[in-house]
């Protein structure tokens, strides 16, 4: 790997200035300058002084084949010379979306996912769905669907509608008003909860009760939709018990809401399942994805629709199925030919199956830090490579950890070689899908040292 030195008095300099962080305070950015990443390799990464380190994170969740993905680069290289851009909306195509599409009902034929409705992002997947599922219900007659039920903890990124399902207030409270008719329930989060209960089963039971609860308290004939991520990420990777989706599914099929499953990192094989829906054996209505969908080299997503949402769409003749929705950006030729590229890569390396050995992997070492480090207070994962570690100042009291801690801990981590991410409370690992044992072993060596230096 080069490593470009030549302008990194200029980019130190500047580094902050001219611009806002997502997810920061520009106060903090200017004082602790963001770390510089200026090229990436394998599932490597380095900074403008040259150090390299493992990208636990993996980008965003989102390059799950790692930073050297040739065939992708060239898919995008190709297309920019054939056709850089042109847009689908009504009257046109493109052709590389065309086949996407037809790739990507191959794909998710096994979900029950038949349609495609492209975006150019996460957030823009969830507002689709959101939009997409009330537009369902008024084809069919049913005006008065237009509630959606999420989970406390969820994160659906940060558009109005999406933040409005969001489960968490850091991505909420600053922005309000949000979108009226969003109810949020307790997430299955066995380290804490309203019910005070540790048992996975027992806490999904309690978590679909609360659910039956609030769609009899609400009128079933009000809501549009459930959505919520199959195993929870941003909000510090919450995998449910298995009982939870099938029974969320059986509920929302009962009272005729749409079920949302919110993809946008469990699409694609992160979960050790090529989506989160197949890995819980549950056939969702809506899909939401984006990320992995180009491993993060080009802005790009989709929503993926059942065959019972497609007929309502198809065989409307009142008009009312006319989607006025959509990006400029929808079907970009470019994320397109990407996705396709991406998709044939995925398929042809198995990741599901590394995802989950070296997830486990993680998980189990994870564990293994916590025998170790009082500062552990919870470690959750075992499904595919997304695992956190919920840091406590106090394993009796679970009190938080001083809020400087996390990025000391981050930053030592980084020390050893590392790059992990700090959400919250919460170190949060979720590699490349291709990461190898010796790599993964060596994260784990990395935050052993990173939590020593603390002590
Ligand atoms: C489950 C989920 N939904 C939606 C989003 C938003 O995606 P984006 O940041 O691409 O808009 C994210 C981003 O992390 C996510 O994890």
Redesign the pocket.
């Known amino acids: 790997m080069n490593a470009p030195l030549k302008n990194s008095n200029f980019l130190k300099e500047n580094n902050a200035r001219h611009l806002f962080h997502p997810m920061a305070h520009p106060a903090d950015s200017l004082a602790n300058p963001p770390k510089i990443i200026t090229s990436g390799e394998g599932v490597k990464i380095k900074d403008v002084d040259g150090r390299e380190t493992i990208d636990a994170v993996g980008g965003?969740?989102n390059v799950n084949l790692g930073y050297s993905c040739e065939p992708v680069k060239e898919a995008i290289s190709r297309q920019l010379d054939a056709l850089p851009y042109y847009s689908i909306f009504r009257g046109t195509s493109n052709d590389a979306v065309i086949h996407l599409s037809y790739e990507l009902a191959e794909f998710f034929r096994e979900d029950g996912l038949v349609r495609a409705f492209y975006t150019s992002?996460?957030?823009?997947?969830?507002e689709t769905a959101l939009r997409l599922a009330r537009q369902y219900h008024k084809i069919r007659g049913e005006h008065g669907r237009t509630k959606f039920l999420s989970l406390k903890k969820g994160?659906?990124?940060?558009h109005i509608g999406?933040a409005s399902v969001n489960g968490n207030a850091n991505f909420r409270a600053a922005y309000e008003p949000l979108l009226p008719g969003c109810y949020h329930l307790p997430a299955p989060y066995t380290y804490r909860n309203p019910f005070n209960e540790t048992d996975p089963e027992k806490l999904a039971a309690h978590c679909v009760a609360a659910l039956a609860d609030e769609i009899a308290f609400q009128d079933p004939s009000t809501i549009a939709a459930f959505i919520m991520?199959p195993v929870l990420?941003?909000g510090g990777v919450i995998p449910p018990h298995k009982s939870f989706l099938p029974a969320v599914k059986a509920l929302c099929e009962q009272h005729g809401i749409l079920l949302i499953t919110?993809?946008?990192?469990t699409a694609y094989g992160r979960t050790g399942a090529w989506s989160g829906a197949r890995l819980w054996g549950v056939q969702p209505d809506i899909m939401?994805t984006?990320?992995a969908i180009t491993n993060g080299y080009f802005?790009f997503?989709v929503v993926m629709l059942s065959q019972q949402i497609a007929d309502t769409f198809e065989q409307d003749k009142t008009g009312a199925a006319a989607i006025g929705h959509g990006y400029t950006y929808s079907g970009h030729p470019v994320g397109a030919a990407a996705a396709l590229a991406c998709l044939a890569e995925t398929k042809r390396l198995d990741v599901i199956t590394n995802a989950a050995a070296r997830g486990t992997q993680l998980y189990n070492g994870a564990k293994a830090l916590m025998e170790k480090y009082e500062l552990i207070g919870d470690v959750r994962g075992g499904h595919g490579l997304m695992t956190a570690l919920e840091l406590v100042s106090d394993r009796t009291t679970k009190a938080p950890v001083d809020k400087a801690l996390p990025m000391q801990l981050q930053q030592a981590i980084y020390d050893n070689g590392v790059m992990v991410r700090v959400s919250g409370p919460n170190l949060i690992l979720s590699p490349p899908l291709i990461i190898s044992e010796e790599e993964a072993s060596q994260v784990l060596s990395a935050i052993d040292a990173g939590f020593a230096a603390l002590q």
């Open positions: 965003l969740w992002g996460g957030s823009d997947s969830v994160y659906h990124g940060t999406g991520e990420g941003a919110d993809e946008v990192i939401c984006a990320k802005p997503g």
